[in-house]
T-cell receptor
């Protein structure tokens, strides 16, 4: 099946620093999504991107849909302790394909630790 | 928060025993999914449903079966649990075909 390469696998940063992570694929996706998972909980959707080149923000989070449709980036500005968690990218090849979101492929996650 | 409840939240069982995990939603969403999460593998789709009695296999469906007799309930069954099925299982729902999933809190299963 399709695979997403998410990097970095983990990162330790100082509180207040900016964070960048990305996902790349050998296949084209028409939807990119970013989820965050807190310890002991299920993933929560942060940002959804539907158009190549799209740049979308959600508070201190900004995500971009790569022009090639094969990558996406997530930036977190001025990190705070509650940003700790695992961030997952996910790609879907066809939106409204009628086949369901079963086509969603997840990256393996970036584990973020914030040092106060 | 999306109305999703998974039960049980934790279960320890022995190899060879049957196990059923339940996912209950109050959102009346059409699509429901079962994922498993393992270190180094991320989230992998086991089975999904696109309507009552409409289900299909995902990436890692071997050893699992599902049923959906009502919109609100999606059951995942391990007919004969194996140690390789030790994992955290997540149910997810979506109202549309967009990849925007709402996840439950997970069910941690340990097979001894």
């Amino acid at each position: 099946g399709q695979q997403l390469n998410q990097s970095p696998q983990s990162m330790f940063i100082q509180e207040g620093e900016d964070v960048s992570m990305n996902c790349t694929s050998s296949s084209i996706f028409n939807t990119w999504l970013w989820y965050k998972q807190d310890p002991g909980e299920g993933p929560v959707l942060l940002i959804a991107l539907y158009k190549a080149g799209e740049l979308t923000s959600n508070g201190r989070l900004t995500a971009q849909f790569g022009i090639t449709r094969k990558d996406s980036f997530l930036n977190i500005s001025a990190s705070i302790p509650s940003d700790v968690g695992i961030y997952f990218c996910a790609g879907q090849p066809d939106r409204y394909s009628g086949a369901g979101s079963y086509q969603l492929t997840f990256g393996k996650g970036t584990k973020l630790s914030v040092i106060p | 928060d999306a109305g999703i409840t998974q039960s049980p939240r934790h279960k320890v069982t022995e190899t060879g025993t049957p196990v059923t995990l339940r996912c209950h939603q109050t959102e009346n969403h059409r699509y429901m999914y079962w994922y498993r999460q393992d270190p180094g593998h991320g989230l992998r789709l086991i089975h999904y449903s696109y309507g009552v009695k409409d289900t299909d296999k995902g990436e890692v469906s071997d050893g699992y079966s599902v049923s959906r007799s009502k919109t609100e309930d999606f059951l995942l069954t391990l007919e004969s649990a194996t140690s390789s099925q030790t994992s955290v299982y997540f149910c997810a729902i979506s109202g549309q075909d967009t990849g925007e999933l709402f996840f439950g809190e997970g069910s941690r299963l340990t097979v001894l």
